[in-house]
C-alpha cells in the first residue's frame, strides 16, 4: 500500500508547454487573477499565520535582480508567479520547515515547489563547465550559458528513507550526528550514480547500521526541498534479530524498539520522533499503527 504523505501535493498545472512562450512571464504577470508568492534569497517563504502571504499582481513591485517563475495555475485557471527578491520586511517570512506542518495541503503544493525552485535558482548563478553567468529563461524554468551553450535544468537529488524491522517486528531507529539529542528517526542517504533506490535501501543500512536487508519493498515519495531532494520511502526486513552497528560518522546510535518500548520511550522524554511533515513520521506511524501516545 502506498503510503498519503504530507507534502506529495499538487495544486497546480504546471502549465509546462507555456514556459518557452515569449512574453509569458510579462503576460501572466498583467492577468487580473494572477497571485505573487514571495520566497527570499535564502529560500523562506513570506507567510502569515501558516498560510501563504499572496500578492496581487497589479500590488507587485519588484526590485531590481528579482527572478520571477511562472509556477502554474489553480484549478479555477489563476496563475502563480513565484517571485525571488531580498527579504520584504513588510512581510514575515519563515523557513518551511518550520510552518510546513501547519499549512493547509494547497499551501504545500505551490509552497515546496517554490522552495525548491528558489533554492536551485540560488545555486546555479553560474555556469559548472565555464564559471561564467547564467541567465534565466523559459519562464524561469531554464538557466542558459550565453558564453557555452549550456542549458540547465532544475534538479532533483533522490534519496531514500527505510522503515527497517527484525523477525519480532521492532523498528529500527537511529541517532543522527547532527540531530539534537534525544532525536531517532530512520536510516536514510542520497542514491549513488549508477543505483537503483532498492539498492541504494540495502547499501546505506549497510553502511549506517551494519545490517543486511531483504524484501525492500516501495512505500510512496515526496519531495523535501532543503534544497532539492525527493524522498523515497521503503519498508525492508533484516533476518533475525540482530543489533546494529552504528557507524560512528553519520549515525551515532542505533536500536531496534518494539511498540511497548516507543511508547515509554516517548512518554519518558528520551526519544524525540520526526516532525510531522516528514516520510519518517509516516512510515512510523504506518508501523506503529496510529499515533504514539
Known amino acids: 500500500m502506498i503510503l498519503d504523505l504530507p507534502l506529495a501535493r499538487a495544486s497546480l498545472d504546471p502549465d509546462a508547454e507555456a514556459r518557452t512562450r515569449p512574453g509569458l512571464l510579462e503576460d501572466v504577470l498583467a492577468e487580473a487573477d494572477t497571485a505573487v508568492v514571495l520566497v527570499d534569497e535564502i529560500g523562506h517563504l513570506a507567510v502569515r499565520d501558516a498560510a501563504l502571504d499572496l500578492i496581487p499582481a497589479a500590488e507587485h513591485i519588484p526590485p531590481p535582480g528579482t527572478v520571477h517563475v511562472h509556477l502554474g495555475r489553480t484549478a479555477s485557471g489563476a496563475a502563480r508567479v513565484l517571485a525571488i527578491a531580498p527579504r520584504d520586511a513588510r512581510r514575515d517570512h519563515h523557513d518551511l520547515r518550520r510552518i510546513m506542518a501547519r499549512m493547509t495541503p494547497e499551501d504545500l503544493g505551490i509552497a515546496v515547489p517554490a522552495v525548491a525552485i528558489a533554492n536551485w535558482h540560488h545555486a546555479h548563478r553560474h555556469c559548472p563547465r565555464c564559471g561564467r553567468a547564467t541567465e534565466v529563461t523559459a519562464a524561469g524554468w531554464v538557466r542558459v550559458c550565453r ?17 527497517v524491522t527484525d523477525d519480532d517486528g521492532r523498528l529500527l531507529l537511529a541517532h543522527a550526528a547532527h540531530f539534537p539529542a534525544g532525536r531517532y528517526s530512520m536510516v536514510a542517504g542520497y542514491v549513488e550514480p549508477g543505483e537503483s533506490l532498492e539498492h541504494a ?9 551494519g545490517l543486511d536487508v531483504v524484501d525492500v519493498t516501495y512505500r510512496g515519495s515526496q519531495p523535501w526541498p532543503f534544497p532539492r531532494s525527493l524522498m523515497a520511502a521503503f519498508t525492508a526486513r533484516v533476518v533475525g534479530t540482530p543489533w546494529p552497528r552504528a557507524d560512528g560518522v553519520e549515525i551515532t546510535d542505533a536500536r531496534f524498539l518494539s511498540r511497548a518500548d516507543l511508547a515509554t520511550a516517548v512518554g519518558a522524554g528520551d526519544i524525540t520522533l520526526p516532525g510531522p511533515a516528514s516520510v519518517a513520521h509516516s512510515l512510523l506511524l504506518d508501523w506503529y499503527g496510529g499515533p504514539v501516545p
Open 201 to 209: 535501501v540495502v547499501r546505506e543500512t549497510r553502511e549506517e547500521v
Open 147 to 163: 558564453d557555452c551553450g549550456l542549458d540547465h535544468y532544475p534538479r532533483t537529488d533522490p534519496a531514500v528513507i527505510m522503515a
